[in-house]
Structure formats: C-alpha cells, structure tokens
C-alpha cells in the first residue's frame, strides 16, 4: 500500500496544536510506518507545499495576505483537509484584534503607541505581509474536511483523528473527548 503523503501547515497561530503533535511522542513512529510528511515546519524544511498531498493539518487563522495565499495552495493541492485547533476552527485568539475594527488601529496601537525608541509602522512590501482588515477562521475562505477543534488538540484526541485518515477510514468526531474547545 502507497504511504499517504502527509503535511502540516502553520498559519496565524502561536504553534501550540504544532507542539501538540509532537506530544504524540513515540506514536510519530507510527505515523512514519503509514505516512511520509512531506511539508510541515516540524521535521521537514521544503519551502514549497508539493503537489498530490493527502491529509493536511492547518494549525492557525488566516491574519495576512502569506496566510491566505498558502491556504489557497494547499486547498487546491490536497484531498482532505483538516482544520487543526481552535484558531483555525474559531480565528480564536489572532481575531482578538478583530475588536478593534480594521488593520489600521492594530498597526497604531501596536507601532506607534506602544513603540518605545522609533516608533514607525512597518512597511516593507514583498517581506512583510500584509495583514488582511479581519482574521478569519479557516472555513470561512476554503472548504474544509474535518475540523479538530481544542486550544490545543491534546496528542489523544490527535491521534484518534489522524490514526483513521492514515489507514483511508474516516474518525469519529464525536463527545466531549473529541470536540471540547479549548
Ligand atoms: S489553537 Fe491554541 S494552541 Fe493552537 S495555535 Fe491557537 S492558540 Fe495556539
């Protein structure tokens, strides 16, 4: 049997549900006899998300214009994807600055009043990305497969969501153990 091409994507997140997964320990072992990770920031540097992938994991909102372009891609690259933790699912703690309205009063608050020696706003076109007026969960933007909500996902809840996607069986989302958020 082929293995299934995995990958794991982080966007606006602060890389806990990524943390989470390395918590699965010596279960990643497992993971290496059914799947090859082929694109993720842990334990794989291609800068390029491939073509052809199975399951992906997407950890984090959709904050910038990197963010949504990546999405995108692996939406159009990959069959099933999977919304990994509740800023994916919610926008959760990124869309705390959806309070204050737009781009322009974060990038104040941020730069200007709370910057201390030289305040400024970074403006540095084709290095910083742009932040997009509102932070938004991932659902919102692309057709998402499975969602696997948790702030983060604990490594169980992990396991018995991907542990089925690797034998191509489909998991069981359901209670408390599977679907609690935070
Ligand atoms: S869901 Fe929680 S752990 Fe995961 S990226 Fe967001 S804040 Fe971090």
Same mark, same amino acid.
């Given at each position: 049997?082929?293995?299934?091409? +995995?990958?794991? !994507? ?35 540097? +291609? ?45 959760? !703690? ?14 104040? &608050?941020?730069? +200007? ?20 007026? &509102? ?5 919102? +933007?692309?057709? !998402? ?38």
């Amino acid at each position: 049997m082929d293995k299934v091409k +995995l990958a794991t !994507v982080w966007l606006a997140g602060c890389s806990g549900c990524h943390m989470s997964f390395l918590d699965l320990d010596e279960w990643l072992f497992e993971v290496a006899k059914f799947a090859d990770i082929v694109y993720s920031p842990v334990g794989c540097d +291609l800068k390029e998300y491939p073509e052809g992938v199975d399951v992906c994991l997407v950890e984090g909102a959709v904050a910038n214009e990197e963010n949504l372009e990546l999405l995108y891609k692996v939406r159009e690259r990959t069959k099933l994807l999977v919304s990994f933790g509740d800023c994916a699912v919610t926008a959760n !703690v990124p869309a705390m600055r959806n309070m204050l309205g737009s781009t322009e009063p974060v990038l104040k &608050r941020c730069y +200007l009043e709370l910057g201390d020696e030289t305040p400024q706003l970074p403006h540095e076109p084709g290095i910083v990305p742009e932040l997009l007026d &509102r932070v938004r969960p991932i659902h919102e +933007l692309v057709t !998402v497969d499975l969602f696997l909500p948790g702030c983060p996902p604990s490594a169980p809840r992990i396991q018995a969501a991907i542990e089925p996607l690797l034998k191509g069986e489909s998991p069981v989302m359901e209670g408390r153990e599977m679907l609690k958020f935070g």
